[in-house]
């Protein structure tokens, strides 16, 4: 079943089923509760989507921090002891290197998953968590955000009815003037790879979402540390990227960077070229927050959503909100696989 398909499926489920207002909310633990973490169980208290029951983090002061958003919130000794408490799901904000272990234990003990990107640092260990979600029968999860932005669906709608026509073409870029604070991002085995898997990540899953792409072909790299090259595959991180495939009969173009001469504190810009019309995801002034998503006619322009835009939490919302009606595995997330497959491609592994 490919990702349009499934994600149909599951509209046409939640239409059969009860109006979620009568259904319990789901009961949530967090693990990790750095400042992401925070931002994301902050977008759920706003939302009013589940209830928030336990939250551990190895740190115990963030772990108090957290637990003061929701008066009542436990905070467990161990991933051990939350994941035994009686809750419905977890939400995981850790590094990159423990999220595929975690995700499978979470998955385990019967408890349904939503995780930060990326869901593992390789394709291998990206199927065998949504293996183990599979065969568990629980919902997973992954926080690609951007596919929330106001406008995005409107934009994915008009695609699928080929109302722009044939997309041949799409540009897609991510500079972040600065780079990560934490040190376990220039680490390759903790990371998974640089600004690829930091960045690069979000465009890969837009690029495959949006032209309903089921694999990549004619996959070319270029990696770069400090303006070297590097040689794969990579044991060392990247600071700057580009890679060349195709996807379905679009030729895609992606760069994406950390640190780099950028002029604004942020570049995002996916821009799309069909038979039919254009299209153009861009932030605004280089901010990290705010876009405006159009389309384009020959020299026209229809804004199809702009900001001020709360978009960040949406993902983790809709997954709640989806927990709410019913647990059960959804096979939309398979496509994660095939994001990290191009991942893989593009380091060389």
């Known amino acids: 079943m490919n990702t349009a398909t499934a994600e149909r499926a599951r509209a046409e489920q939640a239409r059969s089923t009860p109006d979620s207002e009568q259904l319990p909310l789901p009961r949530l633990g967090f693990i990790g509760t750095g400042w992401i973490g925070r931002l994301r169980m902050q977008a759920l208290l706003r939302a009013e989507c589940a209830k928030f029951c336990q939250v551990f983090d190895p740190s115990e002061s963030a772990a108090r921090e957290a637990a003061q958003l929701k008066p009542g919130m436990a905070i467990s000794a161990s991933i051990e002891d939350l994941l035994a408490a009686d809750l419905d799901g977890v939400v995981i904000a850790t590094p990159s290197a423990m999220h595929a272990r975690q995700c499978e234990q979470a998955l385990a003990s ?118 070297k090259q590097i040689t794969k595959p990579c044991r060392v991180v990247e600071d700057f990227a580009t890679a060349d495939c195709r996807l379905g009969e679009a030729r895609v173009r992606l760069t994406c960077s950390w640190n780099a001469h950028a002029g604004r504190d942020a570049v995002i810009e996916v821009r799309l070229y069909g038979t039919r019309g254009g299209a153009a995801v861009v932030n605004q002034q280089g901010s990290f927050f705010d876009f405006e998503v159009s389309r384009f006619d020959g020299t026209s322009q229809t804004v199809l959503g702009s900001y001020p835009d709360d978009w960040g939490g949406r993902a983790l919302t809709a997954w709640a909100k989806s927990l709410r009606q019913s647990s059960a595995f959804d096979p939309a997330v398979v496509q994660a696989i095939k994001v990290a497959a191009l991942i893989d491609r593009i380091y060389g592994r």
């Not at 640092?121 to 926080?143: M, N, P, S, Y």
Request: one cysteine or more; charged letters at 25%.
């Open 110 to 227: 019967g408890k349904a998953v939503f995780c930060q990107k990326p869901l593992a640092r390789t394709a291998e260990e990206t199927a065998r968590v949504v293996k183990a979600a599979h065969d568990a029968d629980r919902l997973l999860g992954i926080d690609f955000s951007y596919r929330h932005l106001s406008g995005m669906q409107q934009l994915k709608t008009m695609i699928d009815s080929g109302e722009l026509g044939d997309i041949y073409a799409a540009d897609l870029v991510f500079h972040n003037a600065y780079g990560p604070d934490k040190d376990w991002f220039y680490d390759v085995e903790k990371a998974g790879g640089g600004c690829v898997m930091d960045l690069g990540i979000h465009l890969v899953d837009l690029a495959m979402w949006l032209l309903n792409a089921e694999d990549a072909e004619d996959v070319a790299s270029h990696l770069f540390q400090q303006g």
